[in-house]
């Protein structure tokens, strides 16, 4: 079955300790994305690749880092996390970037707490 | 600031009724996009309209797109309550860097009652 998985669902942390987010796609697509949604403001782009070793910023990328070492792979890393990043997370992928007009799938979202 | 603005911020309506949202967007696009969510779950395609085109449709849906007023709208026809769902637009800004963006509008949330 076509998907994007991400682990860990739900996650509860404390401030400053290292997490990583898993996104893995099995769709051989070039382009992966990370966002985070929260009440009232939508979805915001934090980091996207247009394909391997390729990684460019998004809209709200401070606090955030992201590598692309396989084409399936795109995990989130939070270094030092702080109560502002609690949120819900979503990573999507698609065939191609937005631009050339691919639709992204998007994977079922990680809730994140930090305390 | 946000590229894709939805309105209304939610609608409720009965079953059978149709069902309009808008889109609005500050900068030219390459495409715009629709997405639905239902509650705290991963957002699904719903249909793409590219720059050059006006109107497409897809079952139930139909979606216009003015590139002059930079506006968007989503028609859903004879609404089930399993559309109850946010709906989001998305736009991919043309030109320079913006490529590889998708900027996300703050979404409708749409009620249809059974």
């Known amino acids: 079955e076509a998907q994007v998985t991400q682990n860990p669902r739900y996650l509860i942390t404390v401030t400053g300790k290292k997490l990583t987010v898993t996104c893995s796609q099995n769709?051989?697509?070039?382009?992966m994305s990370w966002y985070r949604q929260d009440p009232g403001l939508g979805l915001r782009q934090i980091y996207y690749?247009?394909?391997?070793?390729?990684?460019d910023k998004g809209d709200v990328p401070e606090g955030y880092k992201v590598s692309r070492k396989e084409k399936r792979n795109f995990p989130l890393i939070l270094e030092s996390p702080s109560p502002n990043q609690t949120s819900l997370y979503f990573c999507?992928?698609?065939?191609?970037?937005?631009?050339?007009?691919?639709?992204?799938?998007f994977g079922p979202g990680t809730r994140l707490t930090v305390t | 600031s946000q590229q894709g603005e939805e309105d209304p911020q939610a609608l409720s309506i009965q079953e059978g009724e149709n069902a309009t949202m808008n889109c609005s967007y500050k900068?030219?696009?390459?495409?715009l996009q629709w997405y639905r969510q239902n509650s705290g779950r991963g957002l699904v395609h719903l249909i793409l309209?590219?720059?050059?085109?006006r109107e497409k449709h897809s079952g139930r849906l139909r979606v216009t797109l003015d590139t002059s007023k930079k506006s968007s709208s989503l028609l859903i026809t004879a609404s089930r309550a399993a559309d109850t769902a946010s709906y989001f637009c998305?736009?991919?800004?043309?030109?320079?860097?913006?490529?590889?963006?998708?900027?996300f509008g703050q979404g409708t949330i749409l009620t249809v009652h059974p």
């Open positions: 900068t030219s696009i390459n495409n």
């Open positions: 690749s247009m394909n391997v070793e390729v990684t």
């Open positions: 769709m051989n697509h070039e382009y």
């Open positions: 999507a992928s698609s065939l191609s970037k937005p631009a050339v007009n691919y639709e992204q799938y």
């Open positions: 309209i590219r720059s050059n085109e």
């Open positions: 998305a736009t991919s800004a043309a030109g320079g860097t913006s490529y590889g963006k998708l900027t």
